[in-house]
């Protein structure tokens, strides 16, 4: 059964599966929506790679938000003309 007239070249999910595939990556489709979500992206190559990849950034993000950022040390030249500005704006 063929899905699509193009190669699967593309990023683009099939336009009727675009909300589903979202839903199932964010975790918020009903259980009946992400098994036809799931059983389609396995059988599409576009959508199987929407899902994977957007899944995948998701989990990062979700990883990113949860580690605790690291401050930004500045060199003595980066402080020295920090202060200089906020002499100037102060002064």
Not at 6 to 33: F, I, R, W, Y
Not at 40 to 52: D, N, Y
């Amino acid at each position: 059964m063929k899905l699509h007239k193009d190669s699967g070249d593309s990023l683009e999910p099939c336009p009727h599966m675009e909300s589903m595939l979202n839903q199932t990556a964010d975790g918020t489709a009903s259980k009946l929506v992400e098994i036809y979500a799931r059983a389609h992206a396995a059988r599409c190559p576009r959508c199987g790679t929407f899902l994977a990849r957007l899944t995948a950034m998701l989990g990062k993000l979700r990883r990113m938000s949860t580690e605790p950022a690291e401050p930004e040390k500045l060199d003595e030249k980066q402080w020295e003309s920090l202060e200089a500005r906020f002499a100037e704006v102060e002064g």
